[in-house]
């Protein structure tokens, strides 16, 4: 039985069990990001963590995530002068392909003072941040895209890319006036 197949009450109960351990394989399918964050989110709540202590980290692991299976193992890049409009097509299309087979790896590290999470995609990809554009340059500024390491990097105390197809991310917790405001 196919996973589009199956009732939404079987896929919620097999993505919570795919969710348990700290080393999880996720299918190349957009919806696998959103079921992915959600459930680091979840412990970080449960580990006690409050929204000022998690900050932007979400957008990080999202970010990550999306960008591990739209650029790293789709090999999707958007084409100068293209549309949203055709960018999204291009995606959605490879993401509905059968031939759609290539995995993306999370491991999350949840310690009581830190959080790290690592995504690592089967495309390899080098992503060198100080090549890529400044999304917040004038000229930048109202184009689309292209601010998706821009946004981990902001998101995170720390982050590495140096590993071709693997992001690093890892967030501090943090109390009191210790909490940028």
């Given at each position: ?6 009732t939404?009450?079987?896929?919620n ?6 969710f348990?351990?700290d ?10 990001a ?7 989110m979840?412990?970080l ?5 409050t929204?000022?202590?998690i ?9 990550a995530?999306?960008?591990?299976i ?14 949203s409009e ?5 995606i ?7 031939e759609n087979n ?21 495309g ?6 100080d ?27 720390e982050?590495?890319?140096s ?16 909490i940028?405001?």
């Open positions: 039985m196919s996973f589009e197949n199956k939404e009450e079987v896929q109960l097999e993505r919570e069990n795919r348990n351990g080393h999880w394989t996720l299918e190349s399918h957009l919806t696998e959103d079921a992915a964050v959600q459930a680091i979840g412990r709540n449960e580990a006690g963590w929204d000022d202590e900050g932007q980290f979400d957008v990080a692991v999202a970010e995530i999306n960008n591990a739209t650029h790293g193992n789709f090999g999707i890049e958007r084409e100068p002068g293209e549309s055709a960018y999204r097509a291009r959605e299309a490879a993401d509905a392909s059968a290539k995995k993306v790896t999370v491991e999350i590290t949840l310690l009581a003072d830190s959080v790290t999470v690592v995504v690592e995609d089967e390899k990809k080098k992503i060198d941040p090549k890529l554009p400044d999304p917040t340059s004038p000229d930048r500024i109202l184009k689309p895209g292209g601010r998706g390491i821009f946004s981990i990097m902001k998101a995170c105390d982050s590495d890319l590993v071709p197809g693997r992001v690093m991310m890892k967030k501090f917790k943090r109390t009191g006036d210790e940028p405001q």
